[in-house]
């Protein structure tokens, strides 16, 4: 069975310091490994796609990367509206093309 | 020009009692879903329908019945509602081509309260 394991469950963050966000995965055959915002009352809202070990991809403050049994969300330098919810998620080749996600990190960034 | 939408947002009901909540895309998608987040913020799958057809049906109560009138919509009806069917149930969907292909679109949830 799949699984995906996010951690820390909750970061507190200062203004500018940066970190990073842990998802470990066991799939059986890993189409793509997902990560998605989700503010308070709203959808999940994708961030990125990664689709085999060594893959990397960045969008402003955030970087995705990829190993075989692992996902990192690097945040430099946060700001406070980088507060939300972060999501990772694997999609199996035998899945069809639905989302098994982890339980998410919930991150504060303070001023 | 809402991408995926939902109906109602709010939902408060009796235990007991039978509610659907609605869902359409303007996407162009082909696969639907519906997830279900608990109180502790888990999302989980519940159903997911390609062209009309049921594709997943995860260990999901009977009670709840998914309905896909043609590509763009899915809609999600619950029987008998009990106490433990309160959550965020969000509706999502993905195409298999183009930019995004097989990237999930999430509506903004509805949120259901059985009391």
């Known amino acids: 069975e799949d699984q995906v394991t996010q951690s820390p469950e909750a970061l507190r963050l200062q203004e500018g310091e940066s970190s990073s966000l842990n998802c470990s995965y066991t799939?059986?055959?890993?189409?793509?490994l997902f990560w998605y915002r989700q503010d308070p009352g709203k959808g999940p809202e994708f961030l990125f796609t990664l689709y085999s070990a060594g893959e990397e991809k960045e969008k402003e403050r955030l970087k995705a990367t990829l190993t075989k049994k692992e996902s990192f969300l690097h945040i430099t330098a946060p700001k406070p509206e980088d507060s939300a919810t972060y999501l990772c998620a694997v999609q199996a080749w035998d899945s069809g093309y639905a989302l098994n996600f982890g339980k998410g990190t919930s991150l504060l960034v303070t001023p | 020009d809402t991408a995926v939408s939902q109906t109602p947002k709010y939902l408060v009901t009796q235990m007991g009692n039978d509610k659907s909540i609605k869902c359409e895309q303007n996407?162009?998608?082909?696969?639907m879903y519906w997830y279900k987040q608990d109180s502790k913020k888990f999302l989980k799958i519940m159903f997911s329908?390609?062209?009309?057809?049921?594709?997943i049906n995860e260990t999901v109560p009977n009670r709840f019945s998914p309905k896909s009138p043609d590509k763009a919509h899915l809609n999600l009806h619950i029987n008998s509602l009990e106490l433990g069917d309160s959550a965020v149930y969000f509706c999502?969907?993905?195409?298999?081509?183009?930019?995004?292909?097989?990237?999930?679109?999430f509506g903004a949830g509805s949120r259901l309260t059985v009391l």
């Open positions: 799939v059986s055959g890993l189409r793509g």
């Open positions: 996407l162009g998608h082909d696969t």
């Open positions: 329908y390609n062209n009309k057809e049921l594709i």
């Open positions: 999502a969907s993905s195409g298999r081509a183009g930019p995004g292909a097989n990237v999930l679109t």
